[in-house]
């Protein structure tokens, strides 16, 4: 039985007052959760306030990207000694905002998680179509190239400490979620696809979120698809009763 996995994904949202509030609400409403894994996954300036509120808790906390090279002169960027550092466990990757606005490949999303694995992070890996390439027919070719590039080099091994996350482009943020048959259909090609990749028990064991406008009211539809293991949510997970009513409606 795979642990539903429910994570927030604040983005560029909040100030700090307002992360380290968002944080102890999430905390103190989490107490007693025991049998879904919780997330937050706050702008690189708060993690460390964030950490600091969710350390010994039940709550862990992500990044929501990080870089690849260990050191030296990569202005802006974070690596994931730094992460570790302060104590993040996840860090999102491949998000389609930054594969879609910043431009980031697979090439590049594949560095970064084979830095994150081997720095102690988990990521998170975010796949998904545009609107475009749904309406072309071309979803799973698009979801197969991500999931090859993206996941390029990995071993089995590996795949013990990554999650991913299906997140159609057209569903995320703008309250228009897939149903639960178009979402299962795509997590179900991706488990195939696990299966001749890495094997049966891999497949098995890997947590496949769904993310686009997920909230209290269709995530329980979603989750009670056989191959969606929880989800990557954006918006809903900004305040403490709308992430809390996700997370109780997939226990
Ligand atoms: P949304 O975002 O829940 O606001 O649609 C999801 C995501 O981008 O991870």
């Known amino acids: 039985m795979r642990r539903p996995f429910i994570a927030g994904n604040w983005k560029m949202n909040m100030d700090k007052a307002g992360a380290v509030a968002l944080a102890q609400g999430l905390v103190e409403a989490c107490k007693d959760i025991a049998d879904v894994d919780v997330a937050i996954c706050p702008p690189f300036v708060y993690l460390d306030a964030v950490c600091q509120v ?9 990044a929501e990207n990080c870089y690849f090279e260990d050191n030296g002169a990569f202005t802006g960027e974070i690596s994931v000694a730094m992460l570790k550092d302060i104590g993040a466990t996840y860090v999102i990757l491949g998000h389609s905002e930054r594969r879609n606005i910043i431009g980031e490949c697979n090439e590049l999303i594949n560095k970064k998680v084979k830095k994150a694995l081997a720095g102690g992070l988990k990521p998170i890996l975010c796949i ?97 698809k056989e191959d969606i293991d929880g989800a990557l949510v954006g918006g809903a997970s900004l305040k403490v009763d709308a992430f809390m009513g996700i997370i109780n409606n997939c226990r």
């Not at 969710?54 to 992500?62: D, I, L, S, Y």
């Open 54 to 62: 969710c350390k010994g808790t039940n709550v862990a906390v992500g």
């Open 128 to 224: 998904g179509e545009l609107l475009e390439t749904r309406k072309a027919g071309k979803t799973m070719d698009v979801i197969k190239d991500q999931l090859e590039g993206s996941l390029a080099d990995l071993t089995a091994e590996d795949m013990a400490n990554v999650t991913l996350a299906y997140e159609p482009v057209w569903a995320i943020g703008t309250g228009e979620v897939a149903t639960p048959e178009q979402a299962e259909e795509v997590h179900a090609f991706v488990r195939d696809w696990l299966t001749n990749r890495f094997g049966a028990e891999v497949a098995q064991n890997t947590r496949i979120q769904y993310g686009g406008s997920v909230k209290a009211s269709n995530a329980q539809g979603l989750i009670g």
